[in-house]
């Protein structure tokens, strides 16, 4: 008998958060259907990549973009609407709002849509027309989607509040992560690795050097954090169009000498390098870098923005700072550093932190579980 069919499908093929969850959940179901997954992107992106390691098909939608664009996003739909009608699938699973909407439109009910939500775009930094214009296009394009998995209680508050569909249509499954058979370097291992010394303090984070992840409030707070401890070392793994603002911000501080910038492969394997790990975000989902962090057992202090109170209880299993823009960002900047340094000088506070983290994510944020609750919405 012939396995159903479920298409995939995402915005882009870059590396991040919604990237892993789509090649999670591929790989996790490849036995069960008959899989595909499509994407903006070129043949040698990392996600597609990955796939092909897998085993698992892939389709690069040449005209899909992040950007509102009219023209390529016309063309990105006939791009869907063709590999829709050539691949036939039985449940499509869209990622990302962009692709949400057009996925939408393309399918029209014709085919079981699921739709994670990895974050409302609308609720970023954005000025007044283009939120009015991606809650719209969210609004619009809800009522051809059969279920909205969201990754937290917040997003499903912000939904419901926002009229974006019924609360029936919303189902709350987080993020989760493979917790067996994992491998991390050693913390002299990794940071001989990172070329990073050996005997002195370490503040790192794992983040595509976007906007929204406020990496500039790191950099700001590790001008406070040098200050008591002066040999400290800023580790930011990732990339993004964000880079040259990042590199112009150290340089005007003085620093450029503490600050380590780049992307690094499996970057999860070198978090045991890290003292301290900061997220300092304006606007998350459900970050897979954190559950990383527990995994690893780095103590976390965090930004309290979209699920992440779901994850960290403040003072429990670590540090959640209130995350103010404009005149008070300042605030939250020092609030970082202020809360980093108590983590470095208290090892014994992290170490109660770092437990209590790592038996939360075993408790309640395994990949299996995610699975298993994404199977129950395909297969109701």
């Known amino acids: 008998m012939d396995k159903p069919k479920i298409l995939y499908l995402i915005t882009l093929s870059e590396t991040g958060g919604a990237q892993k969850y789509v090649f999670d959940l591929a790989r996790s179901f490849k036995n069960d259907f008959e899989v595909l997954v499509g994407a903006g992107g070129k043949?040698?992106?990392?996600?597609?990549?990955?796939l092909k390691q897998e085993n698992i098909n892939f389709y690069p939608l040449k005209y899909l973009k992040r950007e509102i664009n009219l023209y390529y996003d016309w063309k990105a739909l006939q791009e869907i609407k063709n590999l829709v009608q050539l691949f036939q699938p039985d449940i499509v699973h869209l990622n990302s709002s962009k692709i949400s909407v057009l996925g939408a439109?393309?399918?029209?009910?014709?085919?079981?849509?699921i739709y994670t939500v990895h974050g409302f775009v609308f609720n970023e930094p954005l000025n007044f027309l283009k939120k009015t214009a991606y809650l719209l296009a969210e609004k619009q394009s809800a009522q051809y989607k059969d279920k909205i998995i969201v990754l937290n209680k917040a997003e499903k508050e912000i939904g419901i509040n926002y009229g974006i569909a019924p609360k029936n249509k919303f189902?709350?499954?987080?993020?989760?992560i493979e917790t067996e058979n994992v491998h991390f370097f050693s913390k002299k291992e990794a940071r001989q690795k990172l070329k990073l010394p050996l005997n002195t303090k370490i503040v790192g984070t794992v983040a595509n050097y976007y906007k929204t992840k406020a990496l500039i409030r790191l950099i700001k707070a590790g001008e406070i954090i040098n200050q008591k401890f002066n040999k400290t070392k800023f580790v930011l793994i990732g990339d993004g169009p964000e880079k040259e603002n990042l590199i112009k911000e150290i340089k005007k501080i003085g620093l450029i000498n503490n600050f380590l910038l780049g992307p690094v492969d499996n970057a999860m394997q070198y978090l045991k390098a890290f003292d301290a790990f900061v997220l300092p975000s304006v606007k998350e989902g459900f970050p897979y870098t954190l559950l990383e962090a527990m995994l690893a057992e780095i103590p976390i202090i965090s930004t309290n923005v979209g699920g992440i109170s779901e994850i960290i209880t403040d003072g429990e299993n670590g540090f959640l700072i209130k995350s103010f823009?404009?005149?008070?960002?300042?605030?939250?900047?020092?609030?970082?550093?202020?809360?980093t340094i108590y983590i470095l000088e208290h090892p014994e506070i992290s170490k109660i932190f770092t437990e209590k983290a790592y038996r939360k994510l075993i408790k309640n944020f395994t990949l299996k579980k995610m699975i298993k609750r994404t199977r129950k919405v395909y297969f109701d």
């Open 105 to 113: 439109l393309a399918v029209k009910h014709k085919i079981k849509t």
């Open 43 to 50: 043949i040698s992106a990392p996600l597609f990549q990955k």
């Open 171 to 176: 189902v709350v499954i987080p993020n989760g």
């Open 325 to 339: 823009i404009g005149k008070k960002e300042d605030i939250t900047i020092n609030d970082l550093a202020q809360k």
